[in-house]
């Protein structure tokens, strides 16, 4: 939690309480226009301009939002492509649009798997199928970042060739945002979506945000489902009837912002402009570097079946996450190590996420954590 969060929190608890619902157009930071305190970070994270970036909602919510817009199926094209190992409530949220259009996911939702005995999906597996389904494909959904092994797809060449067949590109940036580079903008897809509260640190159940790319900001053909605060701001509070939306990402919004989160949110926002996004990823590069080494230099001394690598090694292609696999042991490891103080992930049903970070984490920490692997498989470990 960043330390600044009670401070900013305290802000809009005062202002609430001395102006009541007039904290709306009064206080430090009138409520009416919260949501823009957080664009100019948010468009620095994500790479895109200004106008293609919002604050709002949370990710499932955005998901079904810009697929109402952006996922229009005809009888020709009608499937959408993404990969087998998706989140759950993209899962749910995808098979639910599709049917939702009358179509049937046995039909229309094609999932990548990794190859027989692989873990992450290569490129040309991705490339060969947007080439095999073509111009039937809706919609290229992907992940930025896949959640379970950590991997980093290469989201400008899966938008060119999404693109080259016609279809919509969007991508569900949650463990990529605060993450990775992007470069939304100059990568071109035509939608992405993320939460707030993994790396962007802005506490639980903390408020989404959307990206739209600017070739769409303009476009009066888009289906969509409208909320007043998605329409023009100039006259928003006239509440006339007929929906104008406003320019860009921010005609998606529905509803007021929910300002306590938002604060909590722009508490963490406010660190990464002060420490500046490019200075944090080449400390995140040098972490990751360092702790990939640490793990595969465990892996050679203990052997490749005491400890699978999951997440890809090329340059590029991870993050700040490492997945790995200790077989069966897995849950077994993970309280070993939250009894020494090292805070990581299992998923069942063998894998284990651990993810330095620039912000909170020391070089230090990683050789502690990987001491205690490398000390957990000599002791317990079957060889
Ligand atoms: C965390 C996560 C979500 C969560 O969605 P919410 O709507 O914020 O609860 C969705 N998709 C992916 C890939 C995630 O990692």
Redesign the pocket.
């Known amino acids: 939690m960043p330390r600044t969060v009670r401070a900013m929190l305290e802000v809009e608890l005062n202002s609430w309480q001395e102006h009541a619902v007039e904290g709306h157009f009064r206080g430090q930071n009138p409520w009416m226009h919260y949501h823009h305190l957080c664009t100019p970070s948010l468009s620095k994270i994500t790479g895109a301009e200004e106008d293609e970036v919002v604050c709002t909602n ?4 955005n998901l079904h939002l810009l697929m109402v817009s952006f996922f229009r199926p005809t009888d020709q094209r009608n499937i959408i492509l993404m990969e087998s190992g ?2 759950p ?2 899962q749910y949220a995808v098979e639910t649009q599709l049917r939702f259009h009358g179509l049937n996911p046995a039909d229309c939702l094609v999932e990548l798997k990794p190859a027989a005995g692989r873990r992450t999906l290569s490129s040309e597996q991705i490339r060969d199928a947007i080439h095999q389904y073509g111009n039937r494909i809706a919609l290229v959904l992907m ?1 930025g970042v896949q ?1 379970q092994t950590g991997q980093v797809f290469d989201m400008a060449e899966i938008t060119r060739l999404g693109h080259a067949v016609g279809a919509v590109v969007g991508f ?1 940036l ?2 990529a945002v605060g993450n990775i580079n992007l470069k939304l903008h100059e990568w071109g897809p035509d939608f992405a979506v993320w ?1 707030s ?2 790396y962007l640190n802005s506490g639980p159940g903390g408020p ?1 945000g959307l990206f739209v790319h600017q070739r769409h900001a303009q476009n009066p053909d888009l289906p969509r489902f409208a909320g007043w605060w998605g329409h023009d701001e100039s006259s928003r509070f006239e509440m006339q009837p007929g929906f104008k939306p406003m320019h860009g990402a921010a005609g998606w919004q529905l509803s007021n912002a929910p300002v306590m989160g938002m604060a909590a949110h722009r508490a963490s926002l406010e660190i990464f402009d002060r420490a500046g996004i490019e200075h944090l990823q080449v400390r995140a590069a040098a972490l990751s570097a360092y702790l990939r080494h640490r793990l595969e230099d465990i892996q050679q001394r203990r052997g490749r079946h005491a400890i699978e690598l999951i997440t890809p090694h090329e340059h590029g292609s991870y993050g700040c996450q490492q997945s790995f696999s200790v077989g069966h042991r897995g849950e077994e490891l993970l309280r070993y190590l939250q009894q020494n103080g090292a805070l990581l992930d299992f998923r069942r049903p063998d894998i284990l996420r651990m993810a330095p970070v620039p912000l909170y984490n020391q070089a230090r920490e990683i050789d502690l954590c990987c001491d205690l692997i490398d000390h957990w498989l000599e002791q317990y470990s079957c060889t």
């Open positions: 949370s990710l499932t919510t998706a989140f409530s993209d992940p959640y569900d949650a463990h939460c509260y993994k989404g």
